[in-house]
């Protein structure tokens, strides 16, 4: 497995706002401020998001089209495969993520015991 470098910082590249994945060398998550503020099922959706980029990566899949700024139909299965919910938007911004009901009910008391400890953040 290839190590991924992990980087949180106040500024995202490229206008992110909660995450995203490079396919650099070695690959970079990048994790930013407003993905603190938002609650766990958030969190973990735009893990999962990221994680269905890096899906891609490896399985040699290209997964946006448009130079990157839009997901496309390969994206898409890859995050229904990882219990993801997208909409036939494909221009939603990176980052967008919504847990399919039953990922959501799957992780829904860890969610919970994990919005319960944490503390709100503004
Ligand atoms: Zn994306």
């Known amino acids: ?31 930013g401020p407003a993905f603190a503020k938002a609650g766990a099922a958030k969190q973990l959706a735009v893990l999962l998001h990221e994680a269905a980029h890096s899906v891609a990566t490896t399985r040699g899949i ?21 219990g993801l919910y997208l909409d036939a938007d494909r221009k939603a911004a990176h ?3 919504t847990l399919a009901p039953a990922t959501h009910k799957n992780w829904g008391s860890i969610i919970k015991a994990l919005e319960a400890a944490s503390p709100a953040l503004g």
């Open 62 to 82: 290209s997964d946006t089209s448009d130079r990157g700024r839009h997901h496309n139909s390969s994206f898409h299965r890859i995050a229904g495969e990882h």
């Open 1 to 31: 497995m290839q190590p991924v470098v992990l980087s949180v910082t106040a500024t995202g590249p490229d206008g992110h706002k909660f995450a995203h994945y490079r396919t650099s060398e070695p690959p970079e998550l990048w994790i």
């Open 95 to 97: 980052g967008a993520a």
